[in-house]
């Protein structure tokens, strides 16, 4: 398993390896992971000059380029105790969406870049919340996908002195989908129900 900085990426990749979903870490292959003479010919705005992503994830259904961004969800409560849902940060800078955007033309219209972020929870997520939840080195996780296209057409400025941007939480939870492995039926329609360990991925788009 790579080194990472992060528990957060160290989180996203056991789910990946407990689910045996085909994925190469980039920080370990970087070079093979170049999509070929055209990538490496690019110019000032090549692969040397753009910010790494984290993960390439091969499926049946088609290819992810992943970045995972790791967010803290705080417990909330209600006033009278019950448990409420938390505001879910989703915030990346202008470098992260041009980069991914960069990266996609890249590799070619068999490859999806998206944004994964992990959300590292005080407790159990409520039932309910969220689809996917993980436990990892005594930390509970749940995450949300977006792809960066929908993030683009929909970001908004958040801080101009650190080059950050953000969805409102309508946009987000609007173009937001769960990363999950469906069954897909023998007719080619995503089943919405059941995990199987295939490489098969959801259609991440709005």
């Not at 039932?127 to 977006?146: A, K, M, P, Q």
């Not at 908004?156 to 309508?170: D, E």
């Amino acid at each position: 398993m790579a080194q990472r900085r992060h528990h957060y990426e160290h989180a996203f990749e056991r789910f990946l390896r407990d689910r045996r979903v085909p994925y190469i870490s980039v920080d370990e292959a970087k070079k093979s992971l170049l999509p070929g003479s055209r990538a490496m010919h690019a110019g000032d705005d090549g692969p040397g000059s753009l910010k790494n992503f984290d993960f390439v994830i091969y499926g049946e259904g088609g290819n992810l380029l992943v970045e995972v961004k790791g967010r803290r969800l705080p417990r909330v409560r209600l006033k009278d105790g019950r448990p409420a849902s938390p505001r879910m940060e989703c915030w990346v800078t202008l470098d992260d969406i041009e980069a991914l955007r960069r990266w996609g033309t890249l590799f070619g219209p068999d490859f999806e870049a998206v944004i994964v972020f992990m959300y590292w929870c005080e407790g159990v997520p409520p039932d309910g919340l969220f689809v996917e939840t993980i436990s990892h080195r005594d930390r509970w996780y749940t995450l949300r996908c977006i792809d960066v296209e929908s993030y683009a057409r929909a970001m908004r400025l958040r801080s101009p002195k650190w080059g950050t941007v953000c969805l409102s939480a309508g946009d987000f939870h609007r173009l937001s989908r769960p990363f999950v492995v469906p069954v897909r039926e023998q007719a080619g329609s995503v089943a919405q129900t059941g995990f199987v360990r295939e490489p098969v991925f959801e259609l991440l788009g709005p």
